[in-house]
């Protein structure tokens, strides 16, 4: 059984669409988080939910906006993709500031 | 940047050697935790040490952490060719369930 898993693994899409990653975790953790690694491997946080609210919302473009449905997911939707888009987001979840249970990633590449 | 920073950015190793990876960083901290990622896949959890810990010790792993210097140190012994990976640290800013990375040490052990 996969604890965080993330679809889909490979999104390929042009400039100027709009497109949107799903995260499900079955630990029952209450906290869940986005993060984008880039092409030099550099991790950074961008959202953070937990049981539904959003608790963490760094600096990242309005055209990104997440949506947690129930505690077990946390979905993505991007808008207006730009090639700058270009990454692999990771979905992680934890539980009272356990250790971080990361998803496989979904690599993005925006033409 | 609240980035922490890891050295090396990339060390070579032969099997059987140790490996050495230092990380630091930047703001009060409730605890340190080490991460391994595989080539295309999420990052893993290795070990967790808490601010008021100096060494902990987890199979082959031994992490060391000096708050005076907000620096910690991975340690892995008698490495195998399944160690290449790359290695980040992450810090939980007091207080919070924000966890920021460092820039990750990218490892390969030659069989």
């Known amino acids: 059984d996969t604890a965080v898993s993330q679809t889909p693994k490979y999104l390929v899409t042009q400039m100027g669409n709009d497109k949107s990653i799903k995260c499900e975790q079955n630990?029952?953790?209450?906290?869940m988080y986005w993060y984008k690694q880039d092409s030099k491997k550099f991790l950074k946080i961008m959202f953070s939910?937990?049981?539904?609210?959003?608790?963490i919302n760094e600096t990242v473009p309005n055209r990104f906006s997440p949506k947690s449905p129930d505690k077990a997911h946390l979905n993505l939707h991007i808008n207006s993709l730009e090639l700058g888009d270009s990454a692999v987001y990771f979905c992680?979840?934890?539980?009272?500031?356990?250790?971080?249970?990361f998803g496989n990633g979904t690599r993005l590449t925006v033409t | 940047s609240q980035q922490g920073e890891e050295d090396p950015q990339a060390l070579s190793i032969q099997e059987g050697e140790n490996a050495t990876m230092n990380c630091s960083y930047k703001?009060?901290?409730?605890?340190l935790q080490w991460y391994r990622q595989n080539s295309g896949r999420g990052l893993v959890h290795l070990i967790l040490?808490?601010?008021?810990?100096r060494e902990k010790h987890s199979g082959r792993l031994r992490v060391t952490l000096d708050t005076s210097k907000k620096s910690s140190s991975l340690l892995i012994t008698a490495s195998r060719a399944a160690d290449t990976a790359s290695y980040f640290c992450?810090?939980?800013?007091?207080?919070?369930?924000?966890?920021?990375f460092g820039t990750g040490t990218r490892l390969k052990v030659l069989a």
């Open positions: 992680a979840s934890s539980q009272d500031g356990s250790p971080l249970h």
């Open positions: 703001t009060s901290i409730n605890n």
């Open positions: 939910y937990n049981n539904k609210e959003l608790i």
């Open positions: 040490i808490r601010s008021n810990e």
């Open positions: 630990l029952g953790h209450d906290t």
């Open positions: 992450a810090t939980d800013k007091s207080g919070t369930y924000k966890y920021i």
